[in-house]
T-cell receptor, first 113, second 108 residues
Framework: NAGVTQTPKFQVLKTGQSMTLQCAQD?????MSWYRQDPGMGLRLIHY???????DQGEVPNGYNVSRSTTEDFPLRLLSAAPSQTSVYFC????????????FGQGTRLTVV | KNEVEQSPQNLTAQEGEFITINCSYS?????LHWLQQHPGGGIVSLFM???GKKKHGRLIATINIQEKHSSLHITASHPRDSAVYIC??????????FGKGTKLSVKP
C-alpha cells in the first residue's frame, strides 16, 4: 500500500467526541475516497473526491464530513462520534473516476464507547 | 439483489486443495479488481482484469465479460492463503462497488 498513508491505525472515542482520520497520498491521483467496513456488509462508500475542492457523498455519509483542499490530503471528520460509527475505515485512491484499480490505506480500527 | 455477489461467503479447505472463489456482477464494467485482506490487515491488490485470464504464482483469475462472472483460483493452497478475498467493479457513477468478501481458511 505504498503511496497511501492513513492514520491513526487504532482509536477509541467516547460518544460525542470528535476526531479526524487522516489520508495522504503521494501518487498524484485525482480520486480519493473513504469506506467503512462492517461485518457482513462489505466496504461501503462514505465520501469521495475527484479532485481538489470537489467532494461528494457516497452511500453512508451521515455523521461524517470531508474536505479536499489539496491533491494529497483527504481527511475524514467525525464531529460527534456515535457507537454506530464503530467500524474499520479505509482510505482508497484511484487515478481517476474511470479507473477501476484502487490503492488502499492500512485502515483505522475505530471504537466508539 | 446486490450488484456484486460473491460465493461462497465462507470457505474452509485443507492445505494443498484447489480453491475457487466466484464473483458475479450485474453492472456493466470495464475491469474487475480482486483484492486480499489478511486478518487485522490492510487491503492489497491481487489482480486487475478486463478479459481472459491472469496468473500470479499459485493464483489465477479469470473473467467472462459476457456472462458477467469472474473466478479466483488458488492452486496448492497453504495456510498463509487464509484471508478475505474481495472482488470489486466500477459502478456507473465511477465509484467502486465491492462484493461482501469470501473468508478463506486453509487448515494445515
Amino acid at each position: 500500500n505504498a503511496g497511501v498513508t492513513q492514520t491513526p491505525k487504532f482509536q477509541v472515542l467516547k460518544t460525542g467526541q470528535s476526531m479526524t482520520l487522516q489520508c495522504a497520498q503521494d501518487m498524484n491521483h485525482e480520486y480519493m475516497s473513504w469506506y467503512r467496513q462492517d461485518p457482513g456488509m462489505g466496504l461501503r462508500l462514505i465520501h469521495y473526491s475527484v479532485g481538489a475542492g470537489i467532494t461528494d457523498q457516497g452511500e453512508v455519509p451521515n455523521g461524517y464530513n470531508v474536505s479536499r483542499s489539496t491533491t494529497e490530503d483527504f481527511p475524514l471528520r467525525l464531529l460527534s462520534a456515535a457507537p454506530s460509527q464503530t467500524s474499520v475505515y479505509f482510505c482508497a485512491i484511484k487515478g481517476s473516476l474511470s479507473n477501476t484499480e484502487a490503492f488502499f490505506g492500512q485502515g483505522t480500527r475505530l471504537t466508539v464507547v | 439483489k446486490n450488484e456484486v455477489e460473491q460465493s461462497p461467503q465462507n470457505l474452509t479447505a485443507q492445505e494443498g486443495e484447489f480453491i475457487t472463489i466466484n464473483c458475479s456482477y450485474s453492472v456493466g464494467i470495464s475491469a474487475l479488481h480482486w483484492l486480499q485482506q489478511h486478518p487485522g490487515g490492510g487491503i492489497v491488490s491481487l489482480f486487475m482484469l478486463s478479459s481472459g485470464k491472469k496468473k500470479h504464482g499459485r493464483l489465477i483469475a479469470t473473467i467472462n465479460i459476457q456472462e458477467k462472472h469472474s473466478s479466483l483460483h488458488i492452486t496448492a493452497s497453504h495456510p498463509r492463503d487464509s484471508a478475505v478475498y474481495i472482488c470489486a467493479v466500477l459502478g456507473s457513477q465511477g465509484n467502486l462497488i465491492f462484493g461482501k468478501g469470501t473468508k478463506l481458511s486453509v487448515k494445515p
